[in-house]
């Protein structure tokens, strides 16, 4: 998947959510527990040799997937804290977390929460599409600005 020429909204937010979704798809970080060399208690027979239900895994993310994850959480970080509203409600949407379990957590009414979403939409694709301007000689920083 290439980086568009010109970012649109629809385009962030593709991106966002590949990236909620990649992050899913990693695995977990190792617990004590399972460092461990000894094998699993057997209690009762039933659990001896496979008669228990497996649980699938997700498929691990591909490496550009996840380097696309890494670019996503920069546009994140580089909200500034006067904007933190705008980047829970950006995470919590490309998370699949519906508005009313937004409006809940923020104290905000839906369309509060949508304009937050839109304005931090605009605020990335601003950033993204001034960036690529500067790339082709035109003025502006390539650094990661505070948004």
């Known amino acids: 998947m290439r ?3 010109v ?14 979704d990649t992050l899913r798809r990693l695995p ?14 057997v209690h009762r027979q039933e659990e001896a040799y496979g008669w228990h239900s497996a649980t699938p895994r997700l498929a691990a993310p591909s490496p550009a997937a996840i380097s696309r994850l890494d670019h996503v959480l920069d546009w994140l970080i580089a909200f500034e804290a006067a904007h933190a509203r705008e980047r829970q409600v950006l995470w919590g949407r490309a998370r699949g977390v519906p508005w009313r379990r937004l409006s809940q957590a923020l104290g905000a009414s839906r369309p509060t929460l949508a304009a937050w979403h839109a304005k931090g ?10 960036k690529n301007r500067t790339a082709k000689g035109t003025r502006g920083s390539t650094s990661a600005p505070m948004l």
């Open 28 to 41: 977990a970080a190792l617990r004590p527990a399972h460092l461990t060399s000894w094998p699993d208690i």
């Open 3 to 5: 980086d568009p020429e």
């Open 7 to 20: 970012w649109t909204d629809a385009e962030v937010a593709d991106r966002l959510a590949e990236a909620a």
């Open 121 to 130: 939409l605009a605020r990335i694709v601003g950033w993204l599409n001034g």
